[in-house]
């Protein structure tokens, strides 16, 4: 190895200290490229979107919620066939209800609630936008949103 260096020196016009330094990178160089030839890239965790994370993130704390003095089932881990991991299963919609703040839930939480889609979810974030809600009934200045809607909506909205 002394000689190696020596060698460098000579030829590269450098101090010794130089000379080691310039091995060393030029080793990890090659270590680098040589190992990701020999030893195959797996990938170690799955790629999510925005909106995946937000369902689990969502699934994750419907499981803990109490609903009427009962707990919701716990949902099963799913098993992927294709790389053998296992992710959270998202709850169906329909089993998901839970209580949900107005004032603060995102679009995702408000179509967890009963009769609730992407559209009217929408259509109260921007009525919240224009003026906070101060009780549920304040649902009925929403666009499509009536009587019998609010009755299905009062056991699972809240305003604090």
Known sequence: MKRFITTIQKHLGITRS??????FVATILTVGTVGTRLVPVTSLHEHASAQRIAQILDSLEAERFVVDGN?????????????????????EKKNSHRIVDLNSA???????????????????IEARTRRR???VEDLLNVKGIGEKKLAKLLPYAKVP
């Open 106 to 124: 995102s679009a995702s939480q408000l179509e967890t609630l009963p009769g609730i889609g992407p559209a009217m979810a929408q259509r109260i």
């Open 18 to 23: 130089e000379a080691i330094a310039v091995t």
């Open 71 to 91: 707990h919701q089932a716990p949902y099963q881990p799913e098993q992927r066939a294709d790389t053998g991991t296992t992710l959270p299963q998202v709850p």
């Open 133 to 135: 809600f101060t009780s």
